[in-house]
């Protein structure tokens, strides 16, 4: 998630939220004036930004990093904190196109994103709170079926981490809820503060020589006739050989063809007031992170001052509600029932970028520019598999780039006034066969 979707009511600065309130120090970097040089320049301060600039600097490129506002302002500072495996909502869709070997890139990646999250976790010594073990839920018996699929196709691929199917009888065992039928855990998964993780990872990049300007919006791109790029803000200019977007739901204005194939949508989380430890033992014993298997699903997890962090009510109709806290209270309600009318300190949402295929957009345009967005909520991994092809593509280190070059991304019809109403038109649809 990133900003609420009225940017106007917050500005430059951080929205309140739980992570603002227990972030590690966030310094200030000038904004863009006059003329700065670099061989690369990245335009976004999130996860994907952030560590294609570190892994550009890691090989011993000079970048420039673009901030419109504040590091981890968007989606990358506001999301739920689940690190889970896999790039997209599945890739046995796009089998057609990109062939077997295609396939099981994209599969390995999603494993290697996990791991390369926390390799750079231990690398930098980043302090965000960090805890492996994760559980999918079920809501109705066909999801248990793919569950066991799922184990099966993991132990087949010599996943080296714990899974494990947990029937109705045994689920008060991870969640204290009669609301689901069973689950599957994955300790190979986890959760985490992700505006520390980012904040860290800034300071890394930072370290190794990385340009970042932030409260510096860039205004155009220019492909100059030496094919290098002029990337224009309000008050400055970067002169570059690469450009690299990051922008994710904020590219509106800055690529025409990026911008008509990705779409903000809403998404709202609330944080409890710290919690006895005899609640949080009920709630979630063994202190999962949890998602169910709804379109329009719930997800929560315990933080590691007991607090309930819930997250969930998706909207796509440009709108958010006028009260966060009571349109999530409800959902709480639903799951915990015991929980009554327990006190929500903090509320917050904002937009994350979609894409129609729900695979995320990695890959170099025709005019050279570089790219990556639209992760549909699955990005605190997604981000980082993306910022690593793209550096590895930069420093011919290899074409991984080429497997997600090859899968086909629709642009949304309906212009910038039409494109939301008809999402939520056709996600409106797929909620109603939730309910039958």
Not at 37 to 64: I, K, P
Not at 210 to 225: F, G, L, N
Not at 298 to 307: C, G, I, M, V
Not at 391 to 414: C, K, L, W, Y
Request: some cysteine.
């Amino acid at each position: 998630m990133s900003q609420l979707l009225n940017p106007a009511t917050h500005g430059d600065d951080h929205p309140k939220s739980y992570y603002v309130a227990t972030a590690h120090p966030m310094p200030e970097h000038p904004s863009l004036t006059g003329e700065v040089h670099g061989q690369v320049c990245v335009v976004g301060g999130g996860f994907s930004g952030v560590n294609t600039a570190l892994e550009l600097a890691e090989r011993g490129f000079d970048v420039v990093l673009l901030e419109a506002r504040r590091i981890g302002w968007g989606a990358s500072g506001r999301n739920g904190g689940q690190l889970l495996r896999g790039i997209g909502h599945g890739t046995e869709p796009f089998r057609k196109v990109i062939g077997d070997e295609g396939v099981a890139a994209i599969d390995a990646m999603g494993f290697e994103s996990v791991e390369l999250v926390r390799e750079r976790i231990t690398r930098y010594d980043i302090d965000c709170d960090l805890r492996m073990g994760y559980c999918d839920l079920a809501n109705k018996p066909a999801h248990m079926k793919a569950f066991a699929e799922e184990k099966d196709w993991l132990q087949q691929q010599g996943y080296p981490h714990h899974v494990e199917l947990v029937p109705r009888e045994r689920l008060r065992e991870v969640v204290g809820s009669t609301r689901y039928c069973g689950g599957m855990i994955d300790m190979g998964c986890g959760h985490l503060h992700p505006l520390n993780l980012l904040l860290g990872e800034a300071a890394a990049a930072v370290k190794l020589g990385v340009k970042i300007y932030e409260k510096s919006p860039v205004t155009r791109v220019e492909r100059q006739a030496d094919e290098r790029y002029l990337v224009h803000t309000a008050e400055g200019t970067v002169q570059a050989e690469k450009v690299v977007l990051c922008g994710n739901a904020y590219v509106q204005g800055l690529h025409p063809v990026l911008e008509g194939k990705v779409l903000p949508a809403g998404s709202y989380v609330v944080a409890t007031e710290p919690l006895p430890e005899s609640t949080c033992q009920r709630l979630l014993p063994g202190n999962h992170a949890v998602c169910d298997q709804r379109v329009d699903l719930d997800y929560y997890r315990l933080t590691p001052d007991r607090r309930l962090l819930f997250g969930g009510l998706c909207t796509y109709s440009g709108r958010d509600p006028k009260d966060i806290r009571a349109a999530l209270r409800p959902n709480i309600k639903r799951v915990f029932p015991a929980l009554g009318e327990v006190k929500l300190d903090y509320a917050w949402g904002g937009m994350i970028g979609i894409g129609a295929n729900r695979m995320p957009q990695i890959g170099r345009l025709p005019d050279g520019i570089y790219h990556a967005q639209a992760y549909s909520g699955h990005g605190l991994n997604a981000t980082h598999m993306a910022a690593r092809v793209l550096a590895e593509t930069i420093s011919q280190e290899s074409q991984r780039i080429d497997v997600f070059n090859r899968i086909p991304h629709m642009t949304f019809p309906g212009g910038r006034k039409l494109r939301s109403p008809l999402l939520a038109l056709g996600m409106l649809y797929y909620r109603m066969k939730d309910l039958l």
